[in-house]
């Protein structure tokens, strides 16, 4: 329907000042480390992601067998037995799903009478681009969590639980955190990386020691508590595409790790407290903003319940750490082409989330004149699997400075 003028833009009077302000702050950490591309509608709505596996020994060569002269019996000497050694593949699945996204609608009389509407509809344009690129990156760390077969909750004297799951929430660990990321859980964390194949494709640069070096996406508490008790920071030489990490995070890499702040982590409470990891499902994840009214229109406002538990009326208890190399996963969207397919011809349609101005004139409709239109973007996106055993989603107590 439309929209009242004073609910969208401010009618024009004299006592406004020319300066229009406003404040954009949020950022995708993500996006640099996680391909995206277009998926192949050619493989059907559900392709199977293969990756190829074999068997490795499952025990020390203990039970060698000492060559001798052959018997003329069975040859056991020259044809000895042989340890068989197999193939195999993991099949994972994925598939694509979308979700849609409007203004109201305006009228073009009424921005005729608004004041400052040009900068206003620009100031709101820059505004819907960022919806979208914290929907985007909201999006990126549900899928580190659900992408990610590694999930673990910091315990007490750099004790790990640990879970192997495919699940988008931690409701398969064992244990609640007790305790803070520390480096004794980083550090056990970055070995067994290197044992599943952490290589050279997989990590953002290397230290000067050599070492493949991971960044750790976390909150500022976190990063802090752990950057600020090291000293022994190395230099750390980039992979391109990944060089733009740099500015992100601290200086230097720790132990293998590159740290990536991320201002608003996934974090869990509730009222009465996180029981029991049964609890630790997303509707128990407290997003960081609300949104109420503004003077004209809407606001979005800092959700107090997502500051640390006991602390200003906080309750979040526990938060979200990612260790996310590249090609852990990646982010497949619908192509906006084919449109036309012999005689039939169609608008083409974006689905990553760029906004377009509608307002196609009807016929004997409701927009005839061609003077009312409104903002409309379009998603349809599929996580796709790659090595999701190279990533550690990490449960952690919830800190801030």
Not at 118 to 146: C, H, K, P
Not at 149 to 171: E, M, Y
Not at 245 to 260: Q, S, T, W
Request: overall charge neutral; aromatic content about 12%.
């Amino acid at each position: 329907m439309s929209l009242d003028l004073n609910n969208y833009f401010v009618e024009r009077r004299n006592q406004f000042h020319k300066t229009v302000y406003q404040k954009l702050f949020r950022s995708n950490p993500f996006r640099t480390l996680v391909p995206m591309s277009a998926f192949d509608l050619s493989e059907g709505r559900t392709p199977t992601v293969r990756t190829l596996t074999h068997e490795l020994p499952s025990a020390y060569p203990t039970s060698l067998t000492e060559v001798a002269l052959s018997t003329g019996t069975g040859n056991p000497s020259c044809n000895p037995d042989s340890t068989l050694i197999q193939r195999g593949e993991i099949q994972r699945t994925f598939k694509l799903y979308g979700t849609s996204f409007k203004t109201d609608t305006v009228c073009l009389s009424d921005l005729k009478r608004a004041v400052d509407a040009a900068e206003t509809v620009a100031g709101f344009e820059r505004a819907l681009s960022e919806y979208m690129q914290v929907w985007w990156s909201d999006w990126y760390r549900l899928q580190n969590i659900a992408q990610v077969d590694n999930k673990v909750a910091t315990r007490a004297s750099g004790v790990l639980s640990t879970a192997t799951s495919t699940k988008g929430d931690f409701t398969d660990l064992s244990s609640l955190p007790n305790d803070y990321l520390t480096w004794d859980h980083l550090k056990q964390i970055y070995w067994q990386l290197c044992r599943n194949g952490l290589a050279d494709e997989l990590a953002v640069g290397r230290d000067s020691k050599g070492r493949p070096i991971i960044p750790l996406h976390a909150g500022v508490g976190t990063i802090a508590r752990l950057w600020t008790t090291s000293d022994t920071k190395d230099s750390v030489k980039f992979f391109d595409p990944a060089k733009n990490l740099e500015i992100l995070g601290y200086d230097g890499a720790v132990n293998g790790f590159l740290p990536v702040v991320d201002l608003f982590p996934i974090r869990f409470g509730k009222t009465g407290g996180i029981l029991t990891a049964a609890d630790l499902t997303l509707t128990n994840a407290i997003y960081p903003t609300s949104n109420t009214a503004a003077t004209v229109g809407r606001k979005y406002i800092a959700n107090a319940s997502y500051g640390v538990n006991g602390v200003n009326n906080g309750k979040a208890e526990y938060e979200v750490a990612t260790i996310l190399g590249r090609q852990v996963w990646e982010a497949k969207y619908e192509a906006v082409d084919p449109t036309q397919f012999s005689g039939m011809k169609f608008d083409p349609t974006n689905f990553i989330g760029e906004f377009q101005w509608i307002n196609q004139r009807t016929f004997q409709g409701d927009n005839d004149r061609g003077n009312l239109g409104y903002y409309l973007a379009d998603v349809r996106v599929a996580a796709k699997p790659i090595f999701p055993e190279l990533g550690y989603s990490i449960l952690t107590k919830a800190t801030d400075i």
